[in-house]
């Protein structure tokens, strides 16, 4: 009697899996095939426009357009933009996660909120927020101009518009790891006498490493793409604020299309070796 009450759900239980199991061989290769069509049209097919374009009128056209001084400029600018808006959204993000998930206090909800801000902002309205805060005529610009600080049209409103929009990237990556691994290693740190630094650096960090430097891979790669938030407070000063994709833009409407596809190829190459990166720390993140 006990073995027929035992056996019985779990005849009923595989007969009613087994149905789920299975699915028709057609239908499985008509979704890859619809799958991989739109990655052709969408993702492949445009990589591919961007290298023939750019080699198109041979390697000397190609090395032309890198080494050109506005080009090399654009570098420089993004590449030191990355430089400070990374380490400084990563400090951000390891604070707000660590407080966000460590402990309990009124307006949590909000700053979660403020965090998400960027995402559901255009980026386009994120540079006019800064230009109306320290524009000539913004809240501050008659102050600025009297003290003869240049915010907008100059490097220090880029680094600001590149900070509002990547700041989410590293804490959001966290907040879902550190709340998995709860408190427990902590408290029982601080059990032990560790104080807060070292429960920091010794517990806290070593847990979160992969997925902290797959988080800044993502916050650097939006920071060195980032074209509508920069674009609004640039000024599109050649040689001076343009950023690499600003770069991109003017040359295409200046129709020096094989110039622009080699700074565009340059952008590419960089997303391409940001992808790799964020795949191999997103296996020792979940390892």
């Known amino acids: 009697m006990a073995h027929g009450a035992v056996l019985t759900p779990l005849k009923s239980q595989k007969s009613n899996a087994a149905p789920a199991a299975t699915e028709q061989r057609w239908v499985r290769w008509v979704l890859i095939g619809l799958a991989g069509l739109v990655l052709l049209w969408l993702i492949i097919l445009p990589?591919?426009?961007?290298?023939?374009?750019?080699?198109?009128?041979?390697?000397?056209?190609?090395i032309a357009a890198l080494s050109d001084?506005?080009?090399?400029?654009?570098?420089?600018?993004?590449?030191?933009?990355a430089a400070i808006t990374v380490p400084l959204n990563t400090i951000f993000g390891v604070v707000a996660a660590w407080t966000i998930t460590k402990f309990r206090f009124k307006g949590k909800g909000?700053?979660?909120t403020l965090v998400d801000l960027p995402f559901a902002v255009s980026p386009v309205i994120g540079g006019l927020i800064f230009v109306l805060i320290f524009g000539r005529q913004g809240w501050l610009g008659p102050w600025l101009d009297s003290h003869d600080i240049k915010?907008?049209?100059?490097?220090?409103?880029i680094i600001l518009a590149t900070l509002f929009i990547t700041f989410p990237f590293v804490v959001k990556e966290l907040i879902p790891l550190m709340e998995d691994q709860g408190t427990g290693e902590e408290e029982a740190a601080v059990t032990l006498g560790a104080k807060g630094w070292q429960v920091f650096w010794q517990v806290t960090l070593p847990n979160i490493k992969w997925g902290l430097l797959y988080g800044i891979i993502l916050c650097n790669a939006r920071a060195m793409g980032e074209f509508?938030?920069?674009?609004?407070v640039s000024g599109h000063i050649r040689g001076e604020t343009n950023t690499l994709p600003l770069h991109v833009e003017i040359l295409y409407n200046e129709y020096q299309f094989?110039?622009?596809?080699?700074?565009?190829?340059?952008?590419?190459?960089?997303?391409?070796?940001?992808?790799l990166l964020k795949n191999w720390f997103s296996r020792k993140s979940t390892h």
Do not use: H, M, N
Request: hydrophobic letters at 65%; a positive charge; zero cysteines.
């Open 47 to 62: 990589l591919a426009i961007v290298l023939s374009e750019a080699l198109k009128k041979g390697w000397g056209v190609y």
């Open 69 to 81: 001084p506005d080009a090399l400029s654009a570098l420089r600018l993004t590449l030191l933009t």
């Open 110 to 112: 909000l700053l979660v």
């Open 151 to 157: 915010i907008i049209f100059a490097l220090p409103g």
């Open 228 to 232: 509508g938030a920069v674009s609004v």
């Open 258 to 275: 094989q110039a622009s596809f080699a700074v565009s190829s340059l952008l590419l190459l960089l997303a391409l070796v940001t992808l």
